[in-house]
């Protein structure tokens, strides 16, 4: 599978962004699709999830409140908008998908970057 993060880019605090992650081939028996972030020194973590087939999310509690994550099957893309921006949101943002009977993510793909200014 391939996955096409977009959608980054400079906000002050406070703001939004809207991120969007296509899908392209080997789309078949996903079950769940995830963001997570990389901020420069630290370690990958996830921000959200959503299962394809129910919508049931789940979020970092970092982002509860802020972050709402969405999908659009038909077109087999992810949305994770973002309100209340904070400087320590700033990151590379990257979507990944989670197949069926499988426990690990795959397809990170280039990532977006995500810059928000105090």
């Known amino acids: 599978v391939q996955l096409q993060a977009s959608g980054g880019g400079l906000v002050q605090a406070g703001g939004s962004l809207r991120l969007s992650c296509a899908t392209s081939?080997?789309?078949?028996?996903?079950?769940?699709m995830g963001w997570f972030r990389q901020a420069p020194g630290k370690e990958r973590e996830f921000v959200a999830g959503?299962?394809?087939?129910?919508?049931?999310?789940s979020y970092a509690d970092s982002v509860k409140g802020r972050f709402t994550i969405s999908r659009d099957n038909t077109k087999n893309t992810v949305f994770l908008q973002m309100d209340s921006l904070k400087p320590e949101d700033t990151a590379v943002y990257y979507c990944?998908?989670?197949?069926?009977?499988?426990?690990?993510?795959?397809?990170w793909g280039q990532g977006t970057q995500v810059t928000v200014s105090s």
């Open positions: 081939g080997g789309t078949s028996r996903i079950y769940r």
């Open positions: 959503i299962v394809m087939s129910s919508r049931d999310t």
């Open positions: 990944a998908v989670r197949r069926v009977g499988s426990m690990k993510y795959e397809g």
